[in-house]
């Protein structure tokens, strides 16, 4: 890490700092808002101290986000269209991030200082479509085009669909613990417990699995929205210090030979389906006043596969042979050939064999452009880690207190918290960004409907009203610093 800044301009070095601390100011903001849902069950039943529980809490989502892997972060960066991607090194692809970022922070720390659980996920989706489709119109292109909708459509129906799952299954759970163990303490509140029975604590078994369950959602958190933050420094070490990000240095010969057979490949696919192709995507035509740098066509395929083969050789062995303009031309073309096996992959009358074909050309197409390093990943756990140990009050009793009508039991709380750690680890495993904030306050408004306890619609009305205005108002933010900054710019 400290060979970083070697060789760079003072100006350079310093908005490469700023814009780091931008992304870590990010994820540290975003454990403000999640620490609380992590740990709001597990400090309001008495399970653990405070200053205990969101210790913990901050432990296992820096263990999270160094297991994630970087599926959810790429699933993020790959919201904007790769067009504009592969011109992330230019003045205006630095001022896009500088512009999703502030306008993320702004809104987490409106909704964080009125103690409503909106989603930091939410937001920074929102952030990115802002500045994507303010991109499309200040080029006079189109909005279809300024972002990866088929990856967005994906994303939003993972966002509005994990919170419905959160309701559903733990209900059901809270409803086969009431079947099968009616008489249990666990379906005592605190209040209840420390005026029947005299005890502050929970029951012992009711106890563990309280905490283990918050840790659960603690790691399960590290592990989805650490990764966002993964992304975005990636973002920003590509568009400031290209030569030494664009491409993955540290790459063995193994996997650079693999991209580059993966180019062979899919040339060869598109040559022997070029009728087929060039009917389904006619070749456009590109306007002279469209200001991107480069742009990625079915059409060029063939002439990308062979720049690839041209710059790795026959015998790679490592990218730091190759200049930094070499590097950042296998980026583009690797990136373009990606996005052409996509686009191949929804040609008419293909067998599942060849759509498995390209899954797997694509995957090795990506595999030494889509990494992080460990310093990296490290920066990002840390920051998250600590902002879980900081500002959790705000939160919690919002989730313990006022979505229900009646105090929550133990036992409603071990049901949202196993529903938002299992759900929330599927995600991840799946490379899709869910809301932690919305899959658990669902998990706890379940619960009350399923004990009948009634919905405080005060508190349910805000969150929806957070869940429905976060989008538009993180994009609007967004947009309007974006355009803001494009005239400064010029």
Known sequence: MLDLFSGLDMYVAVT??????????????????????????VIYTQSMKPQWAVIGSGIF???????????????????????????????????MVFSLLAAAIV?????????????????????????????????????SDGINWAKAVEVGMSLLVSPLVGFMMSGILLVLLRRFMPSSNMHKSPFQRQQIEGRKHPPFWTRFMLILSAMGVSFAHGSNDGQKGVGLIM???????????????????????????????????????????????PAKPVSSTDDHADHCRPDDTNARANAVRSL???????????????????????????????LAAKLPGLTAADKQHLAELRKDLS???????????????????????????????????????KDMTYAQGVCAQLTAAVSIGLANLFGMPVSTTHVLSSGVAGTMVAERAGLQWSTIRNILLAWLFTLPAAMALAAALYYSSTLIIH
Request: aromatic fraction near 10%; hydrophobic fraction near 50%; include cysteine.
């Open 16 to 41: 490469l700092v700023l814009s780091l601390g931008f992304v870590l100011a990010f994820e540290f903001i975003n454990g403000f808002h999640d620490t609380a849902n992590a740990v709001a069950t």
């Open 61 to 95: 989502n820096f263990f999270g986000v160094l297991t994630g892997g970087l599926a959810v972060a790429y699933a993020i960066v790959h919201l904007l269209p790769v067009d504009l991607l592969v011109t992330v090194n230019t003045h205006k692809g630095l001022a």
């Open 107 to 143: 809104w987490n720390l409106g909704t964080w200082y009125f103690g409503l659980p909106a989603s930091s996920s939410h937001t920074l989706i929102g952030s990115i479509l802002g500045v994507g489709i303010t991109n499309a119109v200040l080029t006079h292109g189109s909005v």
């Open 235 to 281: 973002l920003v070490l590509i568009g400031i210090v290209p030569a030494k990000f664009v491409v993955n240095l540290d790459s063995t010969p193994y996997q650079i030979e693999r991209t580059r057979d993966a180019a062979v490949h899919l040339q060869n696919f598109y040559a022997h389906n070029q009728a087929l192709i060039a009917a389904t995507f």
């Open 312 to 342: 790795i050789g026959d015998a790679p062995t490592s990218y730091r042979n190759l200049t930094p303009a070499q590097r950042w031309q296998v980026r583009t073309d690797l990136l373009c050939l990606d996005e052409s096996a996509k």
């Open 367 to 405: 595999v030494t452009t889509e990494y992080a390093p460990l310093w990296v990943i490290l920066a990002v756990a840390a920051a998250l880690g600590v902002g879980t140990m900081i500002g959790w009050k705000r939160v919690v009793l919002t989730v313990g207190e006022k979505i229900g009508k």
